[in-house]
């Protein structure tokens, strides 16, 4: 079977998981790749901790717990999150050989100085949305969990630190190992599977656009078609760290991100266009007999199709006659949307056979040319990575505090999972229901790890037979951390259980340390739970509202004809928006609708920005002035009103449609009028009679 047959076969089985809510993925039995990564996962932790054994590491469940942390079900991804791993505890070790010597006999300051470590190496890496932002994380927790428990002997810091780092390097060496040789999987197919994925939706939402399906049904397609536009990109992110052979997949992604980005708003001005032709009395028998051609081209998704709508598109708007009326004016936007809406999707498809290896050329010939507004820039959330950090070192205080001023045994092992528990879901809205899960599921681990100390640990005199005791959990671990939907349940256990085993080479195992080892673990994480739930209280809601003000800000810099501001980096911004905010908003506000506006005024502000020069100073006035309005509802924060409306009419009648100068700025105000004001009655063109009358 070819891969894009495959490909092919795994949509619908992928289309159903991604639907299902979480209580009923058990509905879809594992996949076979599910048990392969749980299996090797498997191997590689009990290898990690024969070789900790071996060498006589002071903690070797710390290898076998690093394998559960390291390991991925894609082989890039794995090697990619070892290699920061490695930085990061390298970087977190260093700074607890630092710290704990120099300010031990401060406790206080200490405390400060950790937590604001912590909260530091966070906000970071909040702030670098890329597989490096792991290593500035890993830095800042490495430092509480080898700092911590070492205050009680700062001289052994160095020694402790040092076999802290040798077993999480076992743990990474060995997960990094087994992915790479036992039935090794690679990014690329997991990068094609998920273009063929977004393709069909795209499709699919190309066709109720061009059906005049109803806008709420449209929605749902838009939510799915942004949200794995960002899963493209993150599971791309990995590829560096593949093969060769697949890291020269890179330049094909890199193509395609863009066209897939611009697809967006371009359905979006379709549906629009659509249903303003059909109120305005129906299409032409030219304009229908090019929709239909496009509509069977998305059900037929042959490459030919494409080219041959996108040759009828292009036709259409070369033979075109003079524009004498809005209705005119609208059937040449929709022809013009069209065309680059089918040049997107044949390259898109292009680029997604050359992904999957079945396109006849690796290099494929694109027929979209991409603009400089569609350049992809990170958006970076100062304010809410400045929230999680203060949250982190406040949990942090308030454990350590307690600690100290009870003289708590095992406050250490309490503070440094509250450190790990509000690292490791920071980056989430409403990062508490995952962390009390998070801390449920540790609470269960403790349980399964008490019932091996106790109950089978003391039946087992060889290496053989621990691992053998120890497959049945770990094996479901495994299977848990493989599937998306109980990520967080099998993590939990696959760090939990070993670590509180803490396995050595003879069975030795004291009940009451156990015991306060284990309600300490659990204590830290419910602490900064509860910490954050009190703290970190905007959620998805306030989260969307945010993107929009910062959509409004980028919309007055592009609105600014005297901004020397570069557009690309604006546009981008606005782009990269709309892909984090399609996760957040579940299909039921408006606020990706409206973000989609905001990405498509941003558009048509910058070809009429770019339609300028050629227009007369009386002309260019009336489009400066229309900007102008624009600019100042949106520093304000105001939707654009009656006044904006009337300023975007002045300017479109200003125009003449018969002049080609004046031809791009009618389009590009035409448009921009559509995206603000889609209920307003049409504009009054200055049509080319007119023009002879008065004397124009």
Known sequence: ???????????????VRRSLPPFEVSAVPPRIEHWLFSFKAFLAGMLALAIAFWLDLPRPYWALATVYIASQPLTGATRSKAFFRVIGTLAGAAM?????????????????????????????????????????MLAGYTTAIIGFPAVESPAQIFDLALSRTEEILVGIFCASLISSLVFPRSVGPVVAENVALWLEDA?????????????????????????????????????????????????????????????????????????????????????????????RALASKEADAYASTLHAADAFVAEFGPILSWRVLAELSLAMRLRDLMALISDQDALARALAGEAASESPRLNFRMEASADRVRYEEHGRALGAAATLFIALVLCCSYWILTSWPDGAAAAMMAAVAASLFATQDDPAPPMAKFAFWSAVGVAVSGVYVFAVLPNVHSFETLALALAPALLLFGLLIAEPRTFVIGVALGIIMPTTMALQRAYDVDAEAFLNTGFAIVAGMTLATVTTAILRRAGAKRRAEQFLHANERSLAVVADVGNRRDDAHVMGLMFDRLSLLAPIVEGTDEELPEAMRQLRAGLNMVEARRARAPLTDRRRRRLDAALLRLQRNYRRHVSPGVKSLEALNRAIAALRPDDDDDRPALLALSSLRRCLFPEAAPALLNSLERNIVSGN
């Open 96 to 136: 607890a050989v630092v710290l704990i010597p120099n300010l031990v006999n401060a406790p206080p300051v200490l405390v400060l100085a950790v937590a604001l470590w912590c909260a530091l190496c966070l906000y970071f890496s909040i702030l670098d949305r890329s597989p490096r932002g792991y290593a500035f």
């Open 203 to 295: 499709r699919t939402a190309a066709q109720d656009a061009a059906r005049r399906v109803d806008p709420d049904a449209r929605q749902a397609h838009w939510l799915r078609l942004a949200a794995d536009t960002a899963k493209i990109e993150n599971v791309a992110a990995h590829l560096p760290f593949e093969t060769t052979s697949e890291r020269d997949i890179l330049p094909l992604v890199q193509r395609l991100v863009p066209r897939v980005l611009m697809t967006l708003p371009e359905i979006s001005a379709i549906g629009d266009l659509m249903a303003e032709v059909e109120a305005l009395g129906g299409p032409s028998p030219k304009m229908a007999s090019l929709i239909e051609e496009a509509e």
């Open 1 to 15: 079977m070819t891969t894009w047959s495959f490909l092919k076969n795994q949509q619908a089985e992928d289309t």
